[in-house]
Nanobody, 124 residues
Framework: QVQLVESGGGLVQAGGSLRLSCAASGRTFSSYVMGWFRQAPGKEREFVAAITWSGSRPYYADSVKGRFTISRDNAKNTVYLQMNSLKPEDTAVYYC?????????????????WGQGTQVTVSS
C-alpha cells in the first residue's frame, strides 16, 4: 500500500502564495506519476498539475498555467505544488495523487492512490 500525506494548505489573501507538499510512503513504484487535483464545494474534482518520474514533462491545467509549479524530489518521495498569484477561485481542497504508470493523465480515475486533502482558502 501507498500512503500520501499532504501539507501546506491554509488561508491566504488574493495575490499571495502557498506551497503544498505531498510525501509518499509505503510501497512505491518506479516511473510513477504524481499529480495534484482540487475540489471546490459543489464542484467535481478537477485536475491541477502532474509530473513524470524524471520531472521533465510537467503538465498543467489551463487555469493554473503560469501561476503554479509542480516539482518532485524522488529521493524524498515528495511532490510539491508552488502556488503563486492565488485567486479566490483557487479555493478548494487540494489532493495529491499517485499513478502507477509513467504517462500523465488528467482524469482522476486514472490515479491509484490519494491523499486525504488539504484546504486552501484564498480571500479577496
Amino acid at each position: 500500500q501507498v500512503q500520501l500525506v499532504e501539507s501546506g494548505g491554509g488561508l491566504v489573501q488574493a495575490g499571495g502564495s502557498l506551497r503544498l507538499s505531498c510525501a509518499a510512503s509505503g510501497r512505491t513504484f518506479s516511473s510513477y506519476v504524481m499529480g495534484w487535483f482540487r475540489q471546490a464545494p459543489g464542484k467535481e474534482r478537477e485536475f491541477v498539475a502532474a509530473i513524470t518520474w524524471s520531472g521533465s514533462r510537467p503538465y498543467y491545467a489551463d487555469s493554473v498555467k503560469g501561476r503554479f509549479t509542480i516539482s518532485r524530489d524522488n529521493a524524498k518521495n515528495t511532490v510539491y505544488l508552488q502556488m503563486n498569484s492565488l485567486k479566490p477561485e483557487d479555493t478548494a481542497v487540494y489532493y495529491c495523487a499517485l499513478r502507477r504508470q509513467p504517462d500523465i493523465w488528467t482524469m482522476a480515475e486514472r490515479y491509484d492512490y490519494w491523499g486525504q486533502g488539504t484546504q486552501v482558502t484564498v480571500s479577496s
